[in-house]
């Protein structure tokens, strides 16, 4: 097995030129840090140069596995750790590239999406590109299989680096933040759901699908969880306290990939109802940011009390 450091080429131009990173000067530093990124080539061409200079012994039937037939294969796949993983991005959006890649008559390298855009002129030279592959590029490109970053809540799956974004915009194991105040537990929503259940016994209102439940906060209460019964999924009651009343609004804690709730909050008092449709927003923990679109606006002295009293009812997706 052979270890190799990649790094890149500095020549004040391409993808591997730090002046045009989207990185801030603190990131930098922080990277600098941080163990470098290890990804895996399985493509048996790769790497043909090290077998050239310590060639294999023939064949002599003599090397044979434990059943006693011959070997026939062997892995050919070698680790890489990247020194600047953003060699593999396209320099212009910055985006990982994909086959097919571009270059022009000086090197420069571009993803197809950015020759189009750019109107196949190179923005390094402006020479014309969008016409002649990077073959090598995109064979490096293809060859190249890397682990989830999420491999530490779970998730055991290997991709080639083009697919790095689809998957984690699709990857279940998403670290997602405790709801509750006070503790940083941080796990893929399944296990967040395990941990809340046992370790926040009762901090939480349990409710079932398609039914209406009433929940009781504060007009002061940021946040409060809520609990699904029978599946493993958790909520969160956000409340804003503003000038002109409370902006309540409900999210649902998982992966990006996982579909919205539709959901209904009704404020009734004396009469008067207040009714809010809407879906839930997907997020990956408590987060206290700007109201959505969607919310409910119950004006400040509207149950008279310093108290909210809400009717909710979240549907299933079934």
Do not use: W
């Not at 080539?41 to 011959?70: F, L, R, V, W």
């Not at 909520?235 to 999210?251: K, Q, T, W």
């Amino acid at each position: 097995m052979v270890k190799i450091s990649v790094g890149g080429y500095d020549d004040g131009e391409g993808p591997s030129n730090r002046n045009q990173k989207r990185r801030r000067e603190e990131e930098e530093k922080e990277d600098e840090q941080q163990p470098q990124r290890s990804f895996e080539i399985e493509d048996s061409s790769i790497g043909t140069q090290e077998h050239e200079d310590h060639p294999a012994p023939p064949d002599d039937g003599s090397n044979a596995n434990t059943n006693g037939s011959a070997t026939t294969g062997r892995d050919r796949s070698i680790p890489i750790f990247v020194s600047d993983p953003d060699v593999f991005d396209c320099c212009i959006c910055y985006e990982p590239l994909n086959a097919p890649v571009f270059q022009c008559e000086n090197g420069h390298i571009a993803c197809s999406s950015c020759c189009v855009r750019l109107r196949n002129k190179c923005p390094m030279c402006f020479m014309p590109i969008g016409y002649n592959r990077c073959r090598a590029i995109e064979k490096v490109l293809d060859s190249i299989k890397m682990s989830c970053p999420n491999v530490n809540y779970g998730c055991k799956e290997t991709f080639s680096y083009s697919r790095k974004n689809d998957h984690e915009k699709e990857c279940i194991y998403l670290p997602c933040l405790c709801p509750h105040i006070g503790c940083d537990f941080v796990a893929s929503s399944k296990e967040l759901f395990l941990h809340f259940s046992h370790r926040h016994v009762g901090s939480g209102t349990q409710f079932t699908y398609d039914k209406f439940f009433t929940v009781i906060l504060s007009t002061d209460q940021k946040t409060t969880v809520l609990q699904e019964k029978n599946d493993a999924n958790l909520f969160v009651v956000h409340n804003n306290h503003e000038h002109l009343g409370n902006i309540v609004r409900i999210s649902c804690i998982g992966p990006k990939s996982m579909a919205e709730f539709q959901y209904e909050v009704l404020a009734r008092f004396r009469g008067s109802t207040l009714i809010l449709q809407s879906f839930t927003k997907i997020v990956q923990g408590q987060i206290a940011d700007a109201p959505s679109n969607a919310f409910l606006l119950i004006p400040s002295g509207f149950f008279g009390s310093p108290q909210l009293k809400l009717d909710i009812r979240i549907k299933s997706q079934h």
